[in-house]
């Protein structure tokens, strides 16, 4: 596709079940970054792929986050146990860029999840 | 304190106003700065960005950066409805390390 796709587009949970968000970045990109947007903030960083390889993890927020992304291409970020907290949208950006040079790549328009 | 402050606003200006925008941040290693609009409900777009000190026009918009000040701006001229959006600015070390974001600028562009 033109741009990068993020599915669900919405998404409700209830507190402690375990949800799937999925990034489709732009074919060919080989850098994939995830960001987590709460309400009226900015985005902040979660993790970092360059192809199949998760080179940054240091913004995941505790071990119930988990990114993959295991041909290079699509990347799902999974939730396990969800709390409340965890509320926010999710974005996914893609870079054709090797280098983490991470200015102009390119967001989806994001998944918002609410845990109830 | 954040790493990065900006006022949320929100800001609103009638069409064909002027519009300054601003961050401050607090960690003197940020090299790389933009600045970013959002859409209501969809992806931040990537509009300015600077390597270290200095201006950088495109458009109707500017972007300087002042490093001595640890301050950053994005000046909008003659605004239109279409301008309506939250701007963020984002900045980071170097090729290595991720975006450092700002809350975000909540901006109205009044017809």
């Known amino acids: 596709g033109a741009g990068v796709s993020q599915s669900p587009r919405y998404k409700v949970a209830k507190r402690g079940q375990d949800v799937a968000l999925r990034c489709d970045p732009i074919?060919?990109?080989?850098?994939l970054f995830w960001y987590q947007q709460a309400l009226g903030q900015g985005p902040e960083f979660l993790t970092y792929?360059?192809?199949?390889?998760?080179?940054?993890k240091s913004g995941l927020p505790s071990d119930r986050f988990f990114a993959e992304r295991p041909e290079g291409s699509v990347s799902t970020l999974k939730i396990q146990r969800t709390q409340q907290e965890d509320s926010a949208v999710y974005l996914c950006?893609?870079?054709?860029?090797?280098?983490?040079?991470?200015?102009?790549?390119?967001f989806g328009s994001g998944t918002r999840l609410t845990v109830v | 304190q954040k790493e990065v402050e900006q006022d949320p606003g929100p800001l609103s200006v009638p069409e064909g106003a002027i519009v300054s925008l601003n961050c401050t941040y607090s960690?003197?290693?940020?090299?790389?700065f933009m600045w970013y609009r959002q859409y209501s409900r969809k992806g931040p777009e990537l509009l300015m960005y600077?390597?270290?000190?200095g201006n950088k026009e495109d458009g109707r918009f500017t972007a300087q950066v002042d490093k001595s000040s640890k301050y950053i701006s994005l000046f909008i001229r003659d605004s239109q409805p279409s301008d309506s959006a939250t701007y963020l600015c984002?900045?980071?070390?170097?090729?290595?390390?991720?975006?450092?974001f700002g809350k975000g600028t909540r901006l109205s562009v009044i017809a």
């Open positions: 960690n003197s290693a940020f090299q790389y």
């Open positions: 600077t390597y270290s000190s």
């Open positions: 074919s060919g990109h080989v850098s």
């Open positions: 984002a900045m980071t070390y170097s090729g290595n390390t991720p975006l450092v």
């Open positions: 792929f360059q192809n199949e390889a998760q080179l940054d």
């Open positions: 950006a893609s870079s054709l860029a090797e280098a983490r040079i991470n200015y102009g790549y390119t």
